[in-house]
């Protein structure tokens, strides 16, 4: 099978390459890519002479190149996106240019290259969509049937595309299936995220910004075993179903930094406390029971704390790429490589 992935050179779409091309050796990845402030090149360096992996320097608003694309491919991972919550709510529109526009984008390109309709599109969305649930009840959890509410400039764009991806399954007749998740965390994931950037504070002697009173609730997903389940719903879900992908591992903005602290070896006086987001929502919790139901996945890497574990250690030991990042070192790289935008 050839993947056409859009967005592999960001955070999580660089852990997908690397457990396709781990794990089904007999597969291809042809990675579409605009490289935008998230999007980095280093990210799968160590692959870029495997002849399973190929690059493409493009966007995924552009119709003709994702028509070309879509056709010498077998099936589609849609995962490009514009996705951190303080950026959209100071500039929103390039997360709806991205996230909207690029997504129907995508879709008529493989309406073109794909009239019959045989070419899978898994399109990866997040738990954002469905707003938040309360503190005081536990037993709430969001699922494949939670109406959707969306509480952000980012979150709003994510439920705009899914429902594009959604319409177009309806219309059309195309084999369209959509996975939300909730917070992701694993290597190589932007130093702007709460984990990678308090570990990398914390290392260079800096505190850490607690967002208001800290008691806001994620559940964490180890990157990994997102990918995962992405492959999963890929190769056994059903056209036109939506699925929802968790970890099971509910934890306080609070509790979160207490344990990073504890790892690193410092103490509470490292915590800065900061003005609370702007619309912050307070709960997030997956309820997974579909996908293991139906499809047979249910997360293996994600047990806590040992997968925060993992996620700190891997920033300790790898402290040339994070300095590589927060300095923007490796934008001469991909100037080298690409050009300048």
């Keep these: 099978m050839n993947i056409l992935l859009t967005g592999g050179s960001g955070f999580i779409g660089s852990n997908f390459v690397r457990l396709v091309l781990r794990e089904r050796p007999d597969y291809r990845v042809t990675n579409l890519d605009c490289l935008t402030y998230s999007g980095n090149p280093e990210n799968l360096a160590d692959i870029e002479d495997d002849d399973r992996y190929t690059f493409v320097h493009g966007n995924i608003c552009d119709l003709e190149l994702c028509t070309k694309l879509m056709h010498d491919c077998d099936a589609v991972v849609h995962m490009a996106a514009e996705s951190h919550v303080d950026r959209s709510i100071i500039d929103a529109r390039p997360f709806v240019e991205s996230n909207v526009l690029g997504t129907q984008t995508l879709l008529d390109a493989l309406r073109r290259a794909d009239p019959g309709g045989t070419k899978r599109f898994v399109h990866v969305s997040t738990d954002e969509v ?61 130093p702007e995220k ?93 309820d997974a029971t579909k996908i293991k139901r139906d499809l047979g996945w249910e997360p293996t890497r994600s047990a806590w704390p040992q997968a925060l574990e993992h996620t700190v250690k891997w920033y300790v030991d790898h402290p040339r790429w994070w300095q590589n990042v927060k300095s923007g070192a490796y934008r001469e790289y991909y100037a080298k490589q690409y050009g300048t935008r």
């Design 194 to 286: 709460v984990i990678p950037l308090f570990v990398t504070n914390l290392i260079e002697g800096k505190k850490v910004p607690l967002y208001g009173d800290g008691k806001n609730v994620r559940d964490w997903l180890h990157v990994e075993d997102h990918c995962e389940a992405v492959l999963t719903v890929l190769e056994k879900g059903t056209p036109g179903e939506q699925y929802c992908i968790g970890g099971n591992n509910e934890r306080s903005n609070l509790e979160l930094t207490h344990a990073i602290l504890e790892l690193m070896g410092k103490g509470e006086d490292m915590i800065e406390p900061v003005t609370d987001r702007l619309g912050h929502d307070r709960r997030y919790a997956i």
């Design 130 to 190: 469905f707003g938040d649930l309360p503190l005081d009840k536990p037993e709430e959890l969001f699922s494949e049937t939670t109406p959707y509410a969306p509480s952000s400039p980012y979150s709003a764009s994510k439920a705009g595309s899914d429902m594009v991806a959604r319409a177009y399954a309806h219309t059309f007749g195309m084999p369209v299936m959509i996975t939300n998740c909730s917070n992701n965390h694993g290597p190589y994931q932007f």
